[in-house]
């Protein structure tokens, strides 16, 4: 995507500019160069990084996508938590980092038809940690390099809510439509697959039709208003198989019950009539319990991967109050996604010698494909970030 190429060229230029600069460092302390073989106390800083964020991309499942353009707008429509921490701990040369974040979000859209609404939630958190070695330490600005990993889970669940009185409606038009088919197979009047085709275009006509009657829940899961993928993109093929299946188990049944009757000619075929007419009621409310079953469910996935990383965190402090950082990471290497990559560029302010805030812009990048699972998207906007440092 434009916007990926954009940011991803970005930070390569940052972070060659940031070697001739400074380094991101979370501690807003000016300190002299110092030997590796000096003995320094332990450092450490907490802050509390708020990002602004939007999202782009693509997220699929089971071969279906969506196409995820989110603003930071929507975003806050459909927040119900978000949380971010970061700490680092920092001796000499050496340094330990780990950072958490976690957003939920949620969503109610109304369909029409046999689904009459869906409540989606997406709870998608990431977990960094790393270790990072100073390569160059100047009075004004320092070079680190950094190795780590995160964590991405998607937690997605998408919940189906039916119209039960709909459901009945369709269920007993469905049946009185195939009981004539029902009525000639049970007297071998058509073959089994000549029984199947008919099956197969009134299931059409009159119930995968009613799913999603406007093509609304296709429109909305193809364009949502969170970023989730389509789990309910196949829910006409998975119903219309239910459906299939539950006919031919009535079928089978019904065969078994005028074979044992071991009648013939205008005999048996009256004795099929009377025995199809008979059990209408009782299949089309079987199958409207199916169906509804079928249309009221919770569908969910939950989707984990872990990407190694290297990078380089640069400052430079302008003054005892002001400086600037840029944070560079790449990684994936396909352990699990085939390319991750973060960028975060600050201006920061020492409030005081152990409070700072910092303003900046923060990108970050995964293409993760596994398990018919597709998670394609950039993450990036304003952050600010306060913290203390002791």
Known sequence: MKTRFFLFGFTVSALVSSITAGTLELA??????????????????????????????????????ANIDIGLDQILQHLDMMFAMR??????????????????????????????????????YLIDWGVSWRLINQPRWFVDFAAGSHYTNVY????????????????????????????ARLNNDISHSAFITQLKATIDADITSQIDRHNSLDRHQRKPRIPIAPLGGRIEEDVARVVQNFIQTKETALRARVDALRL??????????????????????QL????????AQAISRDD????????????????KTFYTAVRGEVGGFGVGADLMWQV????????????????????LAADFENDNFTFDTVLHGPQITTGVTF
């Open 288 to 295: 409207a319990l199916t169906l509804n079953t079928k249309l």
């Open 28 to 65: 807003p302390k000016e300190t002299a160069p110092l030997s590796i073989t000096q003995t320094e106390p332990w450092q450490f800083t907490i802050a509390v990084p708020g990002l602004m964020p939007s999202i782009d991309g693509t997220i699929g499942v089971r071969g279906r996508n």
């Open 344 to 363: 975060e560029g600050v201006l920061g302010i020492n409030v005081t010698r152990s409070v700072f805030t910092e303003i900046g812009y923060r990108a």
């Open 87 to 124: 700490g680092e701990a920092r001796k000499g040369p050496f340094g330990i980092y780990a950072e958490v974040f976690y957003v939920g979000l949620s969503d109610d859209t109304q369909v029409g038809g046999l689904i009459n609404n869906v409540h989606e939630v997406v709870n998608p």
């Open 264 to 285: 013939k000619g205008a005999a048996r075929r009256a004795a099929v009539r009377r025995i199809v007419s008979a059990t209408e009621t009782r299949i089309s409310n």
């Open 156 to 183: 997605e669940q998408l919940e189906l809510h039916s119209d039960p009185p709909l459901i009945q409606q369709t269920s007993q038009r469905f049946v009185t439509n195939i009981s004539d088919d029902l009525v």
């Open 304 to 319: 984990g991967w872990f990407d190694p990383y290297v990078g380089l965190h640069t400052r430079y402090n302008f003054n």
